[in-house]
């Protein structure tokens, strides 16, 4: 699993998908993008090196981005008037600024306790199966117990 790391756009609380053709303007108009049609990528290449944005949902995304590359998508959600957002909900100004996006903290809040809600449900079942395993050797033991006493009389 990696850091998840997404160009969208929002408003009061609802996504806005970024149409492929804006994606594709946007980028050709900065230095350094290439666009791949299948599937739907965007490479971006400098002397530090290249990555690559996947096109999906109507969002540009890429897994474990480093700071130059965090700035290249920063450039573009500028162009087209979106914002990037990292995994932990913070929204990036630049690679050294970030901040809560009002629209995301509904989100949050739904995601934390859908986390709680299976976190739960996770620890109901390790204890059943805790329980089951020391009662298995509780009857066992019982067991164990009385075929020796029925043993000793014989």
């Not at 969208?8 to 998908?17: A, F, N």
């Not at 020391?134 to 029925?150: C, E, H, T």
């Amino acid at each position: 699993m990696g850091y998840h790391v997404t160009i969208l756009r929002t408003s009061q609380g609802t996504q806005i998908p970024v149409a492929l053709e804006e994606a594709v303007s946007a980028t050709s108009s900065i230095d350094g993008w290439r666009y791949f049609e299948s599937p739907p990528t965007f490479e971006f290449q400098c002397k530090e090196g290249a990555f690559t944005l996947w096109y999906q949902n109507g969002e540009l995304w890429t897994k474990n981005p480093v700071e130059w590359q965090l700035d290249a998508m920063v450039a573009v959600a500028k162009r087209l008037d979106a914002r990037v957002r990292g995994d932990e909900w913070e929204t990036y100004d630049s690679t050294d600024q970030t901040f809560q996006h009002p629209d995301d903290i509904p989100l949050r809040r739904e995601a934390e306790a859908r986390s709680k809600a299976l976190i739960a449900r996770s620890m109901r079942d390790q204890r059943f199966i805790r329980n089951a395993i020391v009662g298995f050797f509780v009857v066992l033991g019982v067991i164990g117990y009385f075929a020796g006493k029925w043993l000793e009389r014989q």
